[in-house]
């Protein structure tokens, strides 16, 4: 089923008018706060100094989709169900070796295994696993298309460090020659009013440092825990996009521009829903994927901003 254009749509709405660390796996946060792991495959260097932190972007050319947010917001699930969509559609998703020096085992164990992780439907070994990764999204006949970057949210925003600055890094991808799709995470009843005003400000302030062909794409996961799904892709847009305003004040007002006729949006709202998550009896949790809609309508708004 097709999102129902009259009551919801994805795209411009126009408003008012293998290293010795110890890692700590973890299962993805349904409704809580556990901590996504920022230790997994870094050096104990790495670890203390996320200045030292090491990664090449080798292709600087195609675009790079750049999920951004907070720990445990769904980064990582977004990846995998995403990729899971694409590679059931013909495309192929690769994971770039060289993103990471050729040092880092368990990188090179990540890529190898990429494949059988996004298919593991044991959540938690997914996200445990995949906490640092950079693929290639290609055509049927190999041609780039873009690419994908999840990285540990703790050096995005970390609600206990509100003003710390991007490490080098984050920097460095920031201004580096390869246009970007931002994609910020929002969800609903994320922890506490102060915390969703620092990341309104952490997004604000990256916001100044996009270039005019940068492009922002909001993504309002866990669509399924609120009451504005009406069926599987078909949301009430409107009242979600007004949930995450009163949730996040300002988060919008710099991504918007006024015209002779009114303001329009220099973004695009995706409600998202990855799949469900059942506790298993060791205290995991397995994966059942959604539905489709979510993933086609993410994949549509970044195929529009790649190829405009």
């Known amino acids: 089923m097709e999102i129902n254009p009259q009551i919801s749509s994805s795209f411009n709405n126009k408003e008012g008018n293998e290293q010795n660390v110890n890692t700590i796996p973890v299962t993805p946060n349904i409704q809580s706060d556990e901590q996504e792991s920022a230790t997994q495959g870094l050096t104990q260097e790495e670890t203390k100094d996320p200045n030292k932190i090491a990664v090449t972007i080798a292709d600087n050319q195609s675009p790079i989709v750049v999920l ?22 013909g495309y ?25 992780m996004v298919n593991n439907n044991d959540a938690a070994k997914s996200t445990a696993n995949i906490s640092f990764m950079l693929v290639r999204v290609l055509d049927e006949y190999g041609k780039p298309i873009c690419q994908i970057l999840e990285a540990p949210g703790e050096y995005y925003y970390n609600p206990s460090k509100p003003q710390e600055s991007f490490p080098v890094y984050v920097n460095n991808i920031k201004n580096g ?18 915390d969703r005003l620092g990341y309104v400000d952490k997004i604000n302030n990256l916001k100044t440092n996009m270039r005019p062909s940068d492009k922002a794409v909001f993504i309002f996961n866990k669509i399924d825990l609120t009451p504005y799904v009406i069926s599987p892709g078909q949301i009430n847009v409107k009242q979600a996009r007004r949930e995450i305003e009163s949730l996040y004040p300002g988060i919008f007002a710099r991504f918007r521009v006024r015209g002779i006729f009114g303001t329009s949006d220099n973004f695009t709202f995706v409600p998202f829903h990855t799949g469900d998550y059942s506790k298993t009896i060791d205290g995991n949790y397995s994966f059942q994927q959604g539905p489709d809609e979510y993933p086609r309508a993410l994949w549509k708004t970044i195929l529009n901003y790649v190829r405009g």
């Open 68 to 89: 951004f947010g907070p720990p445990a917001c769904g980064k990582t699930m977004t990846l995998i169900r995403l990729t899971r969509y694409l590679k059931n559609n």
């Open 92 to 116: 192929l998703v690769l994971p770039v070796e060289s993103f990471r020096p050729s040092t880092d085992i368990h990188y090179k164990k990540m890529c190898k295994g990429y494949n059988e």
């Open 177 to 194: 020659p390869n246009r970007k799709i931002w994609c910020y995470m929002v969800e609903p009843n994320w922890k506490d009013a102060s």
